[in-house]
């Protein structure tokens, strides 16, 4: 651990943020069905191996998708 005078303790290095002691929290909102997302998922993988507390919000972004899904065309 490392002392930071603004902040009080902190851990530097790689593994899983401990929210308690995490200087920053990053809150991800996305979408199961969305690619962008997916690519969001990938980031915030990195950056939980950073140190940093990530979050995440699930939404609903194209509400015209039925729940069964939808048939690709030919």
Do not use: K
Not at 27 to 47: H, K, T, V
Request: charged share 20%; aromatic share 6%; hydrophobic share 40%.
């Amino acid at each position: 651990m490392r002392h930071d005078q603004r902040t009080g303790p902190r851990r530097v290095g790689l593994g899983a943020a401990d929210p308690e002691e995490a200087v920053m929290t990053v809150i991800i909102y996305g979408d199961f069905n969305c690619p962008y997302s997916y690519l969001a998922s990938q980031r915030a993988a990195l950056l939980i191996r950073a140190g940093v507390a990530v979050d995440w919000r699930a939404v609903q972004h194209d509400r015209d998708l039925p729940v069964s899904g939808q048939p690709l065309g030919q």
